[in-house]
C-alpha cells in the first residue's frame, strides 16, 4: 500500500521556522522526483519546492527561494521541507507528491497545515 506521511506543521510566529518531513512506503522511494506543494483557501495547489531522485538538483517557487530548503534521505525513504523567515502568507496546507515521469506514477500525502500567525 503506498504511503506518503507529512508531519511537522503547525503554528508559528512570523519569523520563525518549521521543518516539514514526508516519509514513504509501499513503492521505491529512489526511482521517485519528490515535491512539495502547498494549497491556501481559495487558491490553487502551487508547487513549492522539487528534488531530483539523486539529491543533485533543486527547484524552489519565486516566493520560497532563499528562505526554503527542500532534502531528501534515500535510506530513510524521506523528504524534508525547512521552511524559515516565514511570513503569513506561507499559511496553506502543505503536501508531499512524489512522481515517476517515466511510469507516469503519482503519489500524494494527505497534507499538514502551517499557520504562520502572530
Known amino acids: 500500500q503506498v504511503q506518503l506521511v507529512e508531519s511537522g506543521g503547525g503554528l508559528v510566529q512570523p519569523g520563525g521556522s518549521l521543518r516539514l518531513s514526508c516519509t514513504a512506503s509501499?513503492?521505491?522511494?529512489?526511482?521517485?522526483?519528490m515535491n512539495w506543494y502547498r494549497q491556501a483557501p481559495g487558491r490553487e495547489r502551487e508547487l513549492v519546492a522539487a528534488?531530483?531522485?539523486?539529491?543533485?538538483?533543486?527547484n524552489y517557487a519565486d516566493s520560497v527561494k532563499g528562505r526554503f530548503t527542500i532534502s531528501r534521505d534515500n535510506a530513510k525513504n524521506t523528504v524534508y521541507l525547512q521552511m524559515n523567515s516565514l511570513k503569513p502568507e506561507d499559511t496553506a496546507a502543505y503536501y508531499c507528491?512524489?512522481?515517476?515521469?517515466?511510469?507516469?506514477?503519482?503519489?500524494w500525502g494527505q497534507g499538514t497545515q502551517v499557520t504562520v500567525s502572530s
Open positions: 507528491n512524489a512522481v515517476d515521469y517515466i511510469r507516469a506514477y503519482v503519489y
Open positions: 509501499g513503492f521505491t522511494f529512489s526511482n521517485y522526483i
Open positions: 528534488i531530483a531522485i539523486t539529491s543533485g538538483n533543486t
